[in-house]
């Protein structure tokens, strides 16, 4: 139902400003007060569409249309804002993905506040978005159940600075936080990452360091944390319980001249370390050690200079992840695979760019106890 | 353990920030930097960089102010980018 009241205030909203404003027309409303300037609207957004085949399935899966409008109130003032409709779970599925207003306190000191996307790694946040992922699937631990948080609603600081020969980049928050789930027999020990209130009085604090050392910024090195000393709901005996996610991660960018080719590597590794605590329902098999990591490594390679157009579009990828979970977890690996607590995956990947905005991908995926997936996905942003 | 990690990420940060304050001069060659060459580096970095044709100057100012947040580029990258982009359409 909140849910619902959101969507309706954001669709208000948006109204408004398309009253106000049409695609780009600049309008004057606010003539009489300098500081405001002009208004511009934009709407940008994408789709998606995803055909699984596999050992006990076959059929065109989630579908997924998002918009994105984008508000620029003045110099200084800035809104960005993004809901999302897909059918993964078999039924459409209307989501408020960020909606929040940003306010350049100084040319490279932005503050914002509201429903947002944290950089926690690289991936979430970045490079996890369909048209940037080389692959139609997240790495294992990365999507959804994975580690780390997802959306949060805060304030916070982002900006980028250069340091000499190079660059640096940086986002704090405050923010809700994620919430404990503890009454919840399958998921007690694990988070709730998209949460819209906070449980408890406490707020979480987050951020990501990105260093590009080389002045070419073909290299990205970032560091990424979000702590919370109280993730447990309030007035229950997991008030107390503390927790801390760390993630380290890598991006490289280069034009190989030997193969006219452009090379992509990324890499994250990324943990989850919560406090002791005992679960209504692991009185049995109570898991010791909350602890969760998750890492990948991605190589993409596209020869984007090669005389025959076909080829310049074709990009190769292979990617490799693991996942690993705290023993005797109710919603832990182990319980899904025998060989123990942990699931990896190797993926390979040719895709097609269509245009700079339109992308097909093919891809072949092998996976401890999920098995062998072929995956094809359709990319369109506009 | 936590604290340990949140003091380490807090000390890195303030290390960075002491070196920038600090007066580190930048290069000639990184200031003069045109917003094509930056456009190259920056924008493709994580995508493929669209033609200047494909927006209008009134798009591209809206582009700019997103990506600026997003990518986390320097106000001075940003407006070389806009205004070469605005220039090229």
């Given at each position: 139902?909140?849910?619902?009241?959101?969507?309706?205030?954001?669709?208000?909203?948006?109204?408004?400003?398309?009253?106000?404003?049409?695609?780009?027309?600049?309008?004057?409303?606010?003539?009489?007060?300098?500081?405001?300037?002009?208004?511009?609207?934009?709407?940008?957004?994408?789709?998606?569409?995803?055909?699984?085949?596999?050992?006990?399935?076959?059929?065109?899966?989630?579908?997924?249309?998002?918009?994105?409008?984008?508000?620029?109130?003045?110099?200084?003032?800035?809104?960005?804002?993004?809901?999302?409709?897909?059918?993964?779970?078999?039924?459409?599925?209307?989501?408020?993905?960020?909606?929040?207003?940003?306010?350049?306190?100084?040319?490279?000191?932005?503050?914002?506040?509201?429903?947002?996307?944290?950089?926690?790694?690289?991936?979430?946040?970045?490079?996890?978005?369909?048209?940037?992922?080389?692959?139609?699937?997240?790495?294992?631990?990365?999507?959804?159940?994975?580690?780390?948080?997802?959306?949060?609603?805060?304030?916070?600081?982002?900006?980028?600075?250069?340091?000499?020969?190079?660059?640096?980049?940086?986002?704090?928050?405050?923010?809700?936080?994620?919430?404990?789930?503890?009454?919840?027999?399958?998921?007690?020990?694990?988070?709730?990452?998209?949460?819209?209130?906070?449980?408890?009085?406490?707020?979480?604090?987050?951020?990501?360091?990105?260093?590009?050392?080389?002045?070419?910024?073909?290299?990205?090195?970032?560091?990424?944390?979000?702590?919370?000393?109280?993730?447990?709901?309030?007035?229950?005996?997991?008030?107390?319980?503390?927790?801390?996610?760390?993630?380290?991660?890598?991006?490289?960018?280069?034009?190989?001249?030997?193969?006219?080719?452009?090379?992509?590597?990324?890499?994250?590794?990324?943990?989850?370390?919560?406090?002791?605590?005992?679960?209504?329902?692991?009185?049995?098999?109570?898991?010791?050690?909350?602890?969760?990591?998750?890492?990948?490594?991605?190589?993409?390679?596209?020869?984007?200079?090669?005389?025959?157009?076909?080829?310049?579009?074709?990009?190769?990828?292979?990617?490799?992840?693991?996942?690993?979970?705290?023993?005797?977890?109710?919603?832990?690996?182990?319980?899904?695979?025998?060989?123990?607590?942990?699931?990896?995956?190797?993926?390979?990947?040719?895709?097609?760019?269509?245009?700079?905005?339109?992308?097909?991908?093919?891809s072949y995926q092998r996976q401890s106890f999920d098995g062998n997936q072929f995956i094809s996905q359709v990319i369109y942003r506009f | 353990m936590k604290k340990i990690k949140l003091i380490s990420f807090i000390i890195l940060f303030a290390i960075v920030a002491v070196f920038f304050?600090?007066?580190?001069?930048?290069?000639?060659?990184?200031?003069?930097?045109?917003?094509?060459?930056?456009?190259?580096?920056?924008?493709?970095?994580?995508?493929?960089?669209?033609?200047?044709?494909?927006?209008?100057?009134?798009?591209?100012?809206?582009?700019?102010?997103?990506?600026?947040?997003?990518?986390?580029?320097?106000?001075?990258?940003?407006?070389?980018?806009?205004?070469?982009?605005?220039?090229?359409?």
């Open positions: 139902m909140k849910k619902f009241y959101v969507l309706i205030f954001f669709i208000g909203l948006l109204v408004c400003f398309s009253a106000m404003a049409q695609d780009s027309i600049p309008i004057t409303s606010q003539v009489n007060n300098p500081m405001w300037g002009t208004k511009k609207l934009m709407i940008t957004g994408g789709a998606e569409a995803v055909f699984v085949s596999d050992s006990s399935q076959q059929g065109f899966r989630n579908i997924k249309f998002h918009l994105a409008p984008l508000v620029r109130l003045g110099e200084k003032l800035f809104l960005i804002s993004e809901i999302e409709i897909e059918t993964k779970d078999g039924v459409a599925d209307f989501g408020l993905e960020q909606v929040h207003l940003n306010y350049a306190i100084l040319p490279d000191l932005t503050v914002y506040a509201g429903r947002f996307l944290p950089k926690f790694g690289h991936y979430r946040g970045m490079m996890g978005e369909g048209y940037l992922n080389r692959f139609p699937t997240d790495p294992v631990g990365f999507g959804d159940g994975g580690i780390g948080p997802l959306v949060e609603t805060g304030l916070g600081i982002v900006g980028g600075l250069q340091m000499g020969y190079s660059k640096l980049n940086y986002d704090f928050y405050i923010s809700n936080g994620p919430h404990l789930i503890a009454n919840d027999a399958n998921m007690a020990g694990n988070f709730e990452y998209e949460s819209f209130l906070n449980n408890n009085r406490d707020m979480a604090f987050g951020g990501r360091v990105g260093l590009l050392p080389f002045a070419n910024s073909s290299l990205e090195l970032g560091l990424s944390t979000l702590q919370k000393t109280k993730t447990g709901d309030i007035h229950t005996i997991y008030n107390n319980v503390g927790a801390s996610w760390m993630a380290y991660d890598l991006s490289y960018y280069h034009y190989l001249t030997s193969l006219k080719s452009t090379v992509r590597v990324y890499g994250e590794y990324k943990t989850m370390n919560v406090d002791q605590a005992r679960y209504p329902f692991d009185s049995t098999v109570a898991f010791k050690s909350n602890k969760s990591s998750a890492w990948y490594v991605q190589g993409s390679l596209r020869p984007t200079t090669f005389d025959l157009q076909f080829l310049n579009n074709i990009e190769f990828a292979l990617r490799y992840s693991k996942f690993t979970t705290p023993a005797n977890a109710p919603w832990g690996n182990a319980l899904i695979n025998s060989a123990g607590n942990s699931i990896h995956q190797w993926a390979y990947g040719i895709n097609y760019w269509l245009a700079w905005d339109c992308l097909i991908k093919f | 304050v600090s007066g580190c001069k930048t290069p000639k060659y990184v200031v003069d930097k045109s917003g094509a060459q930056l456009w190259g580096e920056s924008c493709a970095r994580c995508h493929n960089a669209p033609s200047p044709a494909t927006y209008s100057d009134d798009q591209w100012s809206i582009i700019m102010g997103h990506m600026k947040i997003k990518a986390g580029l320097t106000d001075l990258e940003a407006r070389k980018i806009e205004t070469f982009l605005k220039s090229a359409n």
